[in-house]
């Protein structure tokens, strides 16, 4: 049983992963958009490129900390969802 929920633990990790991904392509579109105008909005930018920055970070970290766990995982221990090695 806990097999299944650290299973399930992975997947949301996951998904909040792929959230976060869908929020850096959002602010590198507005970031984008702004600076095809003739008058850019600086402040816009600056906060835009700080969250892009920061949520690059943590989708970094936290696909580092997947990488890790599944490098981890014993040669004879097969995954619980798909019944392979």
Do not use: C, W
Request: net charge negative; charged share 25%; aromatic share 4%.
């Amino acid at each position: 049983m806990a097999t299944y929920s650290l299973a399930n633990e992975r997947l949301r990790a996951l998904e909040d992963i792929e959230r976060e991904i869908g929020a850096i392509l959002q602010n590198a579109g507005t970031v984008i958009l702004e600076l095809s105008k003739e008058k850019t909005n600086e402040r816009l930018l600056d906060r835009q490129a700080a969250a892009f920055t920061a949520s690059v970070q943590h989708v970094e970290a936290e696909l580092s900390a997947q990488i890790r766990y599944l490098t981890q995982l014993p040669g004879g221990i097969t995954d619980s969802n798909s019944g392979k090695k």
